[in-house]
């Protein structure tokens, strides 16, 4: 299965953001931050003659055929009933304590909410195995975190988690409410201590290497916008091909590209296959021209990894 850019620019941003100092001592003046998430448009398509099945990423692709993909992101089509169920939603974040320092623990607290409608409970449908997928990056792109909040008895979800250096996050959510489509939140948080050193990251770094491990990136065409790319990455251990992959959240691998500007998100899962490895495929495409940062993650071993690589994608 995968997924296709959800164009952050394109939503009204009213999170708050603290301001940041150059002083490594600065701290973060976070307070509750509520962010609106892309809701899926309705489908113009109409019941007529029958059932009809959209693309949850993409609604304007539809058909009348059930168990059919999404040529462009290659998501199976479902009921129209569900790929919209009209409302909007927002996420809204608090962390505990509000007061982010580096190097020491902080619950990451988050609402899923109705927009008009915010006391109303939203249940979240499980994708890849998780309710909330939370993507926390450095504003730079230099790291990169995966975690699951878990639901509680309050009704929201939270993860612990631990800022390593202080500096400028971009935290983002990846969520499904019930009988609606896709939603993607985002927050732009500011962590006291000692900042990391930035890194500007420039040309196409399509390998990757640690422990042991080699991942390889390549495209079937120019990486260019507005078209279907094929990605493969191949997998090496010590030199010799990985063909024993375990499934990680259901899937053999996962990837999230982000743009530079970390304004344009995506999340890959890769296209269904026979083997487990070494080659993992994907479908995905561009919007926008620019540098991104790509990041693999797989399960072998018993242990999840994490690859980078970086592309320039083409006007």
Not at 77 to 88: A, T
Not at 197 to 208: E, G, R
Not at 276 to 292: A, R
Request: charged fraction near 20%.
């Amino acid at each position: 299965m995968n997924r296709s850019f959800v164009p952050l620019l394109a939503v009204a941003s009213l999170f708050t953001v603290a301001s940041c100092s150059s002083d490594s001592s600065s701290s973060s003046a976070t307070n509750t931050v509520t962010t609106p998430t892309g809701t899926v448009p309705d489908s113009t398509t109409q019941h007529a003659g029958g059932h009809t099945y959209a693309c949850p990423m993409h609604p304007e692709v539809t058909s009348t055929k059930p168990g059919e993909k999404c040529p462009k992101c290659g998501m199976e089509l479902v009921h129209n009933d569900q790929v919209s169920n009209g409302k909007s939603y927002s996420m809204q974040f608090e962390p505990k304590p509000m007061q982010l320092v580096a190097g020491q623990p902080v619950t990451l607290t988050y609402t899923p909410q109705e927009v008009g409608n915010e006391k109303a409970p939203v249940p979240l449908a499980l994708v890849h195995e998780k309710k909330i997928h939370l993507i926390i990056v450095r504003k730079d792109l230099s790291a990169f975190y995966h975690e699951h909040p878990e639901y509680t008895a309050e009704g929201n979800y939270r993860a612990p988690f631990t800022f390593a250096k202080g500096g400028d996050y971009v935290l983002f959510q990846d969520y499904t409410p019930a009988g609606s489509g896709h939603q993607l939140g985002r927050q732009v948080v500011s962590v006291q201590g000692a900042k990391y050193t930035p890194v500007k990251f420039s040309k196409d770094q399509m390998q990757w290497s640690r422990d042991g491990y080699q991942a390889t990136l390549a495209f079937d065409k120019d990486l260019k916008v507005g078209q279907l790319l094929g990605m493969k990455i191949t997998l090496s251990k010590n030199g010799q091909p990985v063909t024993d992959l375990d499934k990680y959240l259901g899937a053999l691998g996962h990837v999230v590209v982000i743009s530079e500007d970390t304004e344009r998100y995506l999340h890959v899962h890769p296209n269904d296959q026979a083997d487990k490895g070494p080659v993992i495929g994907f479908n995905t495409n561009f919007e926008k021209p620019g540098l991104y940062r790509v990041f693999l993650q797989f399960n072998h071993g018993g242990q999840i990894h994490t690859g980078d690589f970086t592309i320039n994608v083409k006007a």
